[in-house]
């Protein structure tokens, strides 16, 4: 069975670059049946879609946060990161990883346990 | 964007008893293809939202029939026949129809 877990720091200083990878286990990003996504949720609020990448590399952004995501893959080591700049205290949010499949509009059905990324001076 | 709207926003329920959700859409969810791309998740404390109905009306595996999906176009409904004290937590609708993917604003259910 996939697993996905959410890594990197839990604290991040305001104007700083958040920074997190997603590894997989249990099955293989090249294997190109899934899109690998970043989703986030502020304390006791609601989902915020972040955007994929595929395993090519090919990426898609929330038009919301577009210009400070960057979403990249490592097929090597099976994760996949997410880059967010210029971080502001309403970034702070668990981050969650997660797929989808890659045929059609389908629907999240694994995701990691999520991080709590706090940005505090 | 599309934005999905939840009504109500909490929910006290009695266990035994019925549950209901409403989830609608600021465009229609029917692709060409027949299909309707709308999603419901339930988030326990604590946990990851975990998917519960895909396509409007189907079960995810392993969810239990007393959780049920209706709906068609832009208006969609979740409905629990029997509520049990596990199925706290918050509901989410979601759409993939279009990208970006949105959510729901989530709907608390808790046990009276």
């Keep these: 069975q996939v697993q996905l877990q959410e890594s990197g720091p839990g604290l991040v200083k305001p104007s700083q670059t958040l920074s997190l990878t997603c590894t997989v286990s249990g099955g293989s990003i090249s294997s190109g049946d899934y899109y690998w996504s970043w989703i986030r949720q502020p304390p006791g609020k609601g989902l915020e879609w972040i955007g994929y990448i595929y395993y090519s590399g090919s990426t898609y952004y929330n038009p919301s946060l577009k210009s400070r995501v960057t979403i990249s893959v490592d097929t090597s080591k099976n994760q996949f990161s997410l880059k967010l700049s210029s971080v502001t205290a309403a970034d702070t949010a668990v981050y969650y990883c997660a797929r989808r499949d890659s045929s059609g509009y389908q629907p999240f059905d694994y995701w990691g346990q999520g991080t709590l990324v706090t940005v505090s001076s | ?112």
């Design chain 2, 1 to 112: 964007d599309i934005v999905m709207t939840q009504t109500p926003l909490s929910l006290s329920v009695t266990p035994g008893q019925p549950a209901s959700i409403s989830c609608k859409s600021s465009q229609s969810l029917l692709h060409s293809d027949g299909k309707t791309y709308l999603y419901w998740y339930l988030q326990k404390p604590g946990q990851p939202p975990q998917l519960l109905i895909y396509e409007v009306s189907n079960r995810f595996s392993g969810v239990p029939d007393r959780f049920s999906g209706s709906g068609s176009g832009t208006d969609f409904t979740l409905k629990i026949s029997r509520v049990e004290a596990e199925d706290v937590g918050v509901y989410y609708c979601m759409q993939s129809i279009q990208l970006p993917l949105t959510f729901g604003p989530g709907t608390k259910v808790d046990i009276k």
